[in-house]
C-alpha cells in the first residue's frame, strides 16, 4: 500500500529539516516547524485513513468495534500530545522567545512518531 511506502522514507531527510529550521531567526523558526507539523499532521490523516481501510477490510465482523477503539486511542493521543506540546513546553521555556518554536518543534515530532507507530501497527496487515 503506498501509504506505508511513504512513511520509510529516510529519517535523515526529516532531521534535514530539522536543522534548517534550527539555522533561522526564533521568529521563523516557529513558521518552519509549523510547516513540517502541518505535512506531518497530513501524512498522520492519510495514515490514520489507511488504517481505517485496513480494520474495514481484516476483520469486517468487529470493524465498528476495531475501529471505534482506534478512534478513541487517536483522541487519547491527540489529548497527550496537546498537552505535552501546550502549558508544559511553555513553562520549560519560560514564557519566553523560543517558545512558539519548541511549541511547534514539538507537536511535528509527537505527530511524525504517531504516524510512524500506526503505520507499523497496520502495515503488515
Known amino acids: 500500500m503506498a501509504i506505508w511506502s511513504t512513511l520509510s522514507s529516510p529519517a535523515h531527510a526529516q532531521d534535514s529539516a530539522a536543522v534548517a529550521c534550527d539555522k533561522l ?7 518552519c516547524y509549523e510547516k513540517l507539523y502541518n505535512a506531518a499532521d497530513a501524512k498522520l490523516n492519510e495514515v490514520y485513513r ?6 474495514e ?31 508544559l513546553t511553555a513553562y520549560e521555556w519560560g514564557h519566553g522567545t523560543g ?8 507537536l511535528w515530532q509527537k505527530t511524525q512518531a504517531r504516524a510512524g507507530d500506526l503505520a507499523s501497527r497496520y502495515s503488515g496487515r
Open 25 to 31: 531567526a526564533t521568529i521563523a523558526q516557529s513558521g
Open 99 to 106: 517558545m512558539g518554536a519548541a511549541t511547534e518543534q514539538c
Open 57 to 87: 477490510s481484516s476483520d469486517p465482523q468487529n470493524a465498528a468495534a476495531w475501529k471505534a477503539e482506534l478512534k478513541r486511542s487517536e483522541q487519547a493521543w491527540i489529548a497527550f500530545r496537546d498537552a505535552d506540546c501546550g502549558a
Open 50 to 55: 489507511g488504517a481505517i481501510k485496513t480494520i
